[in-house]
């Protein structure tokens, strides 16, 4: 599958962005749990939330949880991060990710999109 992430800009803290990530194509499996991770300057990677194949379950890093909203739209294949309450920590690149094998969480990422800029001034 592949993925087009979308949306990334700059942000002011207490605003709000919007991402998106587009799924074509098809897994091996026929499903996969999908989210996103992103990367500051100097940090790693680090996992910030994933949405299940059925679209049922979510989770979240405990640094954006009650701000940050993912949700799909199956007919549409995409995913959204809906980011509010922006903070100049959350300024990073963000990626799309995959996992064709979980349908639940990503367990072991399969897939990446390119990243995003997100930058959120103070």
């Known amino acids: 599958v592949q993925l087009q992430a979308s949306g990334g800009g700059l942000g002011q803290s207490g605003g709000s962005l919007r991402l998106t990530c587009a799924a074509s194509g098809r897994t091996e499996t026929g499903f996969y749990s999908i989210g996103w991770f992103r990367q500051a300057p100097g940090k790693e990677r680090e996992f910030v939330a994933v949405i299940s194949w059925s679209g049922s379950s979510t989770d979240y890093a405990d640094s954006v949880k009650g701000r940050f909203t993912i949700f799909r739209e199956v007919d549409k294949n995409r995913v959204y991060l809906q980011m509010n309450n922006l903070k100049p920590e959350d300024t990073a690149v963000y990626y799309c990710?995959?996992?064709?094998?979980?349908?639940?969480?990503?367990?072991?990422?399969?897939?990446w999109g390119q990243g995003t800029q997100v930058t959120v001034s103070s």
């Open positions: 990710a995959a996992d064709q094998y979980n349908s639940e969480n990503l367990v072991q990422v399969d897939f």
